[in-house]
């Protein structure tokens, strides 16, 4: 079923599974691989030319991370996302995040926070470039090296489950629109309230954000639902 655009991997520079994982999340990103649908190692190795067991073993790594489900005898199926499911990770996000970045606006050291305009611009250079994968790759740096600042591994590894449980496919779309500039550009508006020390101003735009991926979240749905 549905072949994959051909990746080049190569195992001398990273290994083979991590980079097979790669491959797999940016196809469920891109919509290649679609939510419901169940595919087999096997066929998967093909599109990849290489054997199927570090494929099997990187879907099971995103089998871990909530993105597929093992099929018996079938392989592994994409895992659907619901409007419950986004309204409650959603939630969670906020009530960790928007105190944290107050906490953090606080007391972080300000060339720490001045560290993170690079991931901030990088974030907003590729949302114009509708680099979809480079957007959601920069966005989580920025996030989880901002959360970090607070000094809570547990929080940390928290928040990023839930990103990547609330990861939805098919975005292609909202990249190529333009959609994602807006919600891109919040990061360099929160970089510079909490560099001004700006605490509760910090909060108000992180909760704003968290709102605009929300609804950018309810936008993609709606697109995949009307196809």
Known sequence: MGHLTRRDLNASRERLRDQVAHALRAALISGELRPGAVYSAPTLAEDFGISATPVREA???LAREGLVEPVRNKGFRVTEVDERDLDQYAEIRALIEIPTV?????????????????????????????????YLEADR?????????AGNERLVETVGDLRKRSRLYGLNALAESGALIPSAEEHLELLDLMLAGDAKGAEKCMARHLGHVRSLWATSDAARSAR
């Open 59 to 61: 879907m099971l790594d």
């Open 102 to 134: 107050g906490r953090v606006t606080r007391t972080a050291d300000r060339a720490d926070l001045e560290a993170l305009r690079p991931v901030a611009e990088e974030i907003v250079r590729a949302a114009r470039e509708h680099d979809l994968i480079g």
């Open 141 to 149: 740096r920025f996030h989880l090296s901002l959360l970090g600042l």
